[in-house]
């Protein structure tokens, strides 16, 4: 199956700094990629739609000052987390669907990264 | 998207057919039933999906009934391995959209 890929997969920061995360899709080109975050114990939960070459796409509750979201190329994603508190520690998850293949509605995953912020 | 109802958990024995149901009663004729799994401290896997005929590949089988209602998703050997939380999920295959993730069912395969 094709391969997406997080980086990193684990990073620890101090409250008040900003951290960014990679998704990249290797092997296929994805015009649409889809971040989420998993807190512990709990199910995904789907933050925001990153489009190729424009806007993405909140949804609710997520502040989009907070969780930049920047998709440059049909291989790239980038979240970054901008001043990062405690609560903002979770295992974040990238996604994405190979354009060659959208009728099948297969979604590929990255392997995720987990964030903690002292 | 439909909403879909997962037992919380379930056991199975190593080696024995793991039997996971999922209910979608509202189920339109145009949504696809996806399973994913997702590992401990990974992403998601994709294991299948179906419209309304059963499907098997290399890694299960899933199982529609004719109203399509309900289904289950049948890991036939199951293995240490195949612990995970198993996702049941109702949507349209429509390009560009995400998946909406449930609380999913907890499998344990123990020895």
């Known amino acids: 199956g094709a391969v997406v890929s997080q980086h990193p997969s684990r990073v620890i920061c101090k409250s008040g700094t900003s951290v960014k995360i990679e998704c990249r899709s290797l092997d296929f080109q994805a015009t649409t990629m889809f971040w989420y975050r998993q807190f512990p114990k709990q199910s995904l939960m789907l933050m925001a739609t990153?489009?190729?070459?424009?806007?993405?796409?909140?949804e609710q509750g997520v502040e989009k000052d907070k969780f930049l979201i920047n998709h440059a190329s049909l291989t790239l994603s980038t979240l970054t987390v901008t001043s990062a508190h405690p609560e903002d520690s979770s295992f974040y998850i990238c996604?994405?669907?190979?354009?060659?293949?959208?009728?099948?509605?297969?979604?590929?995953f990255g392997e995720g990264s987990r964030l903690t912020v002292l | 998207d439909a909403k879909t109802t997962q037992p919380p958990s379930m056991d199975c024995a190593e080696g024995r057919a793991a039997n996971l149901p999922c209910n979608h009663s509202t189920i339109s004729g145009n949504e696809y039933v996806y399973w994913y799994r997702q590992i401990h401290s990974q992403g998601p896997q994709y294991i299948i999906h179906?419209?309304?005929n059963n499907e098997t590949n290399e890694m299960a089988s899933l199982i529609i009934t004719e109203d399509r209602k309900s289904s289950t998703l049948i890991l036939p050997h199951a293995t240490l391995r195949d612990t995970a939380v198993y996702y049941c999920i109702v949507r349209v295959r429509r390009a560009g959209t995400a998946l909406i993730f449930g609380k999913g069912t907890t499998l344990s395969v123990s020895s």
């Open positions: 996604s994405a669907r190979d354009q060659g293949q959208e009728n099948t509605g297969e979604l590929f």
């Open positions: 990153s489009n190729e070459g424009s806007k993405a796409t909140y």
């Open positions: 179906g419209l309304k």
